[in-house]
């Protein structure tokens, strides 16, 4: 400290010797590319966790929409009739009645009061019946599920699978 002059306070940072406090440029490097790749993988598994979500939604509205058609099979011996094919849970096709598929809050018995359509904006579920005695809801999946890899499957009274006639 000789090299100091009179009157002035000496600051640890006017030293020359280094306490081994701070990081390198590397270490911060390395760190940020690690936190990178833990956020890009985080994002991976949330979509897929997302997608998957999605998936049991459509599975389960389907179930839901097919509990209530045969109710109606129950009690009227035929399936409402749709053809051409009709997006469930829009326009006239919100309610599943006595009556077949109507306009909210519907007529007569009524068997769903709301039709669900799909997880996403503006999907639906496709109905069609151009027979009294069976019918198909059209839905999709993004991964694989229990009825198979992701794809277009069609579910009947009695199965779900790809063939899109009505049963």
Same mark, same amino acid.
């Given at each position: ?9 000496? &600051? *640890?940072?006017?030293?020359? /010797?280094?306490?081994?406090? =701070?990081?390198?440029? #590397? ?14 993988? $985080? ?9 998957? $979500? ?8 389907? *179930?839901?929409?097919?509990? =209530?058609?045969? *109710? &109606? ?8 009739? !749709?053809? +051409? !094919? ?7 096709? *919100?309610?599943?009645? $006595? ?16 039709? +669900? !359509?799909? +997880? ?8 069609? %019946?151009?027979? /009294?005695? =069976?019918?198909? #809801? ?11 890899? +992701?794809?277009?499957?069609?579910? &009947? ?6 063939? %899109?006639?009505?049963?």
């Amino acid at each position: 400290m000789s090299r100091l002059r009179k009157g002035f306070t000496p &600051h *640890q940072f006017w030293t020359k /010797s280094k306490t081994g406090a =701070g990081f390198t440029l #590397i270490e911060l490097l390395v760190v940020i590319a690690i936190i990178g790749l833990l956020a890009t993988i $985080s994002v991976l598994m949330l979509n897929n966790a997302r997608a998957k $979500s999605r998936d049991a939604k459509r599975l389960s509205d389907v *179930q839901v929409v097919r509990a =209530g058609l045969e *109710q &109606h099979w129950i009690e009227k011996a035929a399936y409402p009739s !749709a053809d +051409p !094919a009709v997006n469930l849970g829009t326009g006239t096709y *919100q309610v599943l009645g $006595s009556n077949g598929f109507e306009a909210s809050p519907g007529t007569g018995t009524v068997y769903l009061q709301k039709i +669900p !359509a799909g +997880p996403n904006a503006n999907e639906y579920y496709l109905y069609a %019946s151009t027979i /009294s005695t =069976g019918y198909a #809801i059209r839905f999709t999946t993004e991964l694989v599920t229990t009825y198979g890899n +992701p794809g277009t499957y069609y579910a &009947h009274s009695g199965s779900v699978d790809t063939d %899109s006639s009505s049963k």
